[in-house]
C-alpha cells in the first residue's frame, strides 16, 4: 500500500474514528496506525498476511470494534487486555493455539468471533465477563469443554460446532445466561449431553452431526425439560 494511500487513509480516520484496511497484502501491522491511538474506535485489518500483532496495539484506549480475521495469526499480545472499551472482537480464520489471560480484563466484551483457528480447549479466559452476548468456536480443534472453563461464564450463546468435543463438563449447563448452545458436528454420546438438557436454562441446543441418531435422543432423560424450555420460546417469538 502507498504512503499516499495510506496517508489520505489516516486523514480519514482521525476524522471518523474508522480505519479499514482490509485486502491489502500487508504483511505486518503499519507504524503509522499509531498517530490514531487516542480517537481510533473501528479498525478492520482483515484478509492481510500478518502473523502477528504488536504489542503497542494495546494503546488504542478508545478501539471499541477490532476485526484481525483472514490472516496468519498465531498468537495474541498480552497488551490486547489494555483495550478496555473493545465491545467486538473477531478473529476467525487464523492460526491462534491460545489466548492471553489478559482477555479477561475486557469487561466491555460483547461479541468474540474465534471460529477457524487452532484452539484446542474451551478458553477460561472469558470467566467474569458480564456483558458477553456471544462467543463463536466453531472449526476450531476443541476436544473437552472443562469445569475451569465455565465457572464464572455469563455468555448467551456459544457456537461450537465442527469441532471434536467429547467431553463437556455438566457446569455448562448451569451458566445462568446462556440459552443457545450449538454442537453440531462432533464427536458427543447421549449420556454427555443430558445433564445439558435436563439441568439448564438452555433453550435451544443444536446436536445434529454426532455420534448418536437424533430419534435416539427423544427418549433420553431431560429431553422433555428440553422441549418444554425450546417450545416457551418459540411461543414468545410468535
Request: aromatic share 6%.
Amino acid at each position: 500500500m502507498g504512503n499516499a494511500y495510506m496517508k489520505q487513509h489516516l486523514e480519514t480516520a482521525t476524522k471518523t474514528g474508522v480505519l479499514r484496511i482490509s485486502f491489502k497484502k500487508l504483511n505486518e501491522v503499519p507504524e503509522e496506525l499509531k498517530q490514531l491511538e487516542s480517537n481510533l474506535r473501528t479498525l478492520d485489518m482483515s484478509d492481510n498476511k500478518f502473523a502477528s500483532l504488536p504489542p503497542w496495539l494495546g494503546n488504542f484506549k478508545m478501539l471499541k470494534h477490532l476485526t484481525i480475521s483472514n490472516n496468519r495469526i498465531t498468537n495474541l499480545p498480552e497488551e490486547l487486555g489494555k483495550l478496555i472499551k473493545l465491545d467486538t472482537f473477531a478473529a476467525h480464520g487464523n492460526r491462534i493455539a491460545s489466548l492471553p489471560d489478559s482477555i479477561s480484563a475486557l469487561s466491555n466484551l460483547k461479541i468474540v468471533d474465534l471460529s477457524g483457528n487452532k484452539l484446542k480447549i474451551f478458553p477460561s479466559v472469558f470467566n467474569g465477563l458480564k456483558k458477553l452476548n456471544s462467543i463463536d468456536l466453531s472449526k476450531n480443534e476443541i476436544t473437552e469443554v472443562t469445569e475451569e472453563a465455565c465457572k464464572d461464564l455469563h455468555v448467551v450463546e456459544i457456537n461450537l460446532n465442527q469441532n471434536q468435543i467429547s467431553s463437556i463438563t455438566p457446569k455448562l449447563g448451569e451458566c445462568p445466561k446462556l440459552r443457545t448452545l450449538r454442537l453440531e458436528e462432533n464427536c458427543l454420546q447421549i449420556p454427555v449431553v443430558i445433564p445439558l438438557m435436563r439441568d439448564s436454562t438452555i433453550s435451544l441446543l443444536a446436536l445434529e452431526g454426532n455420534l448418536f441418531d437424533m430419534k435416539a435422543l427423544a427418549h433420553a432423560d431431560g429431553y422433555e425439560q428440553y422441549m418444554d424450555r425450546y417450545t416457551a420460546v418459540k411461543k414468545k417469538l410468535y
